[in-house]
């Protein structure tokens, strides 16, 4: 069975940067859709971004675009999240999440995604 773990989450100043990574074991990430999601206290979890399987296509949210990029290391079967110029609003707990039975992001919603890492805290204040 597929399981995700994620870390690399620490407490930044704003414009820092941080890379998140989130490490497979039981299957193989690059046969799945992968995702980043976010959720900050009082707020619903949102999608940050997302990595077809196949040709590795990528898609992210307004508020990270141009900031965050999403990368993949097949050999180490990880899936990483590169965030730079953070600011006070990305705090949030991070969670790296597989749909198991798509291979593209197009048009993927929250609940199509079925296994899930238990998150790691990102944290950016002065």
């Known amino acids: 069975q597929l399981q995700l773990v994620e870390s690399g989450g620490e407490m930044v100043q704003p414009g820092a940067s941080l890379r998140l990574s989130c490490a497979g074991s039981g299957s193989n990430l690059d046969w799945f859709a992968t995702a980043w999601f976010r959720q900050a206290p009082g707020k619903e979890r949102e999608k940050v971004g997302c990595v077809s399987a196949n040709d590795g296509s990528r898609s992210y949210s307004d508020p990270v675009k141009g900031r965050f990029a999403i990368s993949r290391d097949l050999a180490k079967n990880a899936v990483y999240l590169q965030m730079n110029n953070l600011r006070p609003d990305d705090t949030a707990v991070y969670f790296c999440?597989?749909?198991?039975?798509?291979?593209?992001?197009?048009?993927?919603?929250?609940?199509?995604?079925?296994?899930w890492g238990r998150g790691t805290q990102v944290t950016v204040s002065s």
């Open positions: 999440a597989v749909a198991s039975t798509y291979s593209y992001c197009a048009g993927l919603t929250i609940d199509l995604f079925d296994y």
